[in-house]
C-alpha cells in the first residue's frame, strides 16, 4: 500500500503540500481490524493516534457493567485517539471495528521526533490534530452529557428496587437509539447473557421486551419508597 497517496484521499490533511505528506507518511503505519475487534479500551494508556483509510470504528463509552453508550461513529478519513500524541492520559472511551477496517496509525514518539527534526512541518501537522479536537470538543459536548444523564438514569434504576417500581406501576419513557420513543409500566427487568433487558406493557396494552444496548434514554417516575419496618 503506498500510504502516501492513501494520505492524499484523507479530507484532514487536504491542507499539507506533496512534501509534508511524505513527510507524515514516513512515520505512519498500516493495520487491518478484524469487525468486532477492540482497537482500543477506555482506560487504558494511550501513545498512538488512528486514521480510518476503509471501514467504520465505534467510539463509546461504557455506563453500567454490559452497559454501552455510543458517542461517534466514523468512517473514512475519521481521526480518532488523537489526545495521545499530544498528551499523556488515559483513554477517555473504547473504540472498536463494526466491519473490517484498515487504520493508520501514529506513535507519540515518531510525531514528538518529526516536531524536534522538522518543526515547521510537525507544527502544520500538530494544528490540523488541534482544529480537530477543537471541533470534535464542541460537537460531542452535549454527546458525553447525554452519556452522563444516561448513566445516571440507568444507574438509577439498577439501585431501585425492582419490585417495589413494579409494585408501585411506575410510568417509564424509553427513547430507542432508533429515534423511537416506547412509554408503558415497567412489569420486570432481567439480567441475561446478553445484559439487562426490561418488560413494558406499552399504553396500548402490548408487552414488549428491550434490551439496554437498543436505548438511548430512559426517564422515569421513581417512586416513594417506604422505609419504616413492618
Not at 16 to 31: G, H, W
Not at 112 to 120: H, I, M, S
Amino acid at each position: 500500500m503506498n500510504i502516501k497517496e492513501s494520505l492524499k484521499g484523507i479530507s484532514v490533511f487536504s491542507a499539507l503540500n506533496d512534501d509534508e505528506i511524505q513527510v507524515l507518511a514516513d512515520i505512519c503505519k498500516v493495520q487491518t481490524i478484524e469487525p468486532d475487534q477492540l482497537v482500543f479500551e477506555e482506560g487504558a494508556q494511550g501513545d498512538d493516534l488512528f486514521v480510518i483509510l476503509k471501514g467504520c470504528v465505534k467510539i463509546y463509552t461504557q455506563i453500567t457493567e454490559n452497559v454501552d453508550k455510543t458517542l461517534i461513529t466514523l468512517k473514512k478519513g475519521g481521526l480518532f485517539g488523537e489526545l495521545a500524541v499530544i498528551s499523556e492520559d488515559y483513554r477517555s472511551a473504547s473504540a472498536r471495528a463494526l466491519e473490517k477496517t484498515e487504520l493508520i496509525s501514529i506513535k507519540k514518539n515518531d510525531f514528538e521526533k518529526l516536531l524536534d527534526e522538522k518543526p515547521a512541518i510537525g507544527k502544520k501537522i500538530l494544528n490540523v490534530f488541534v482544529r480537530i479536537i477543537s471541533d470534535r470538543l464542541k460537537n460531542t459536548t452535549v454527546l458525553y452529557k447525554q452519556a452522563v444523564d444516561w448513566g445516571l438514569s440507568i444507574s438509577g434504576i439498577l439501585e431501585l428496587n425492582y419490585n417495589q417500581l413494579i409494585n408501585h406501576c411506575s410510568q417509564i419513557s424509553i427513547d430507542l437509539n432508533s429515534g423511537k420513543t416506547v412509554n408503558g409500566i415497567l412489569l420486570k427487568a432481567d439480567k441475561t447473557n446478553d445484559g439487562l433487558e426490561l418488560l413494558l406493557q406499552t399504553d396500548k396494552e402490548k408487552l414488549v421486551m428491550i434490551p439496554y444496548r437498543a436505548i438511548s434514554a430512559i426517564s422515569f417516575d421513581q417512586p416513594k419508597i417506604d422505609t419504616e419496618q413492618e
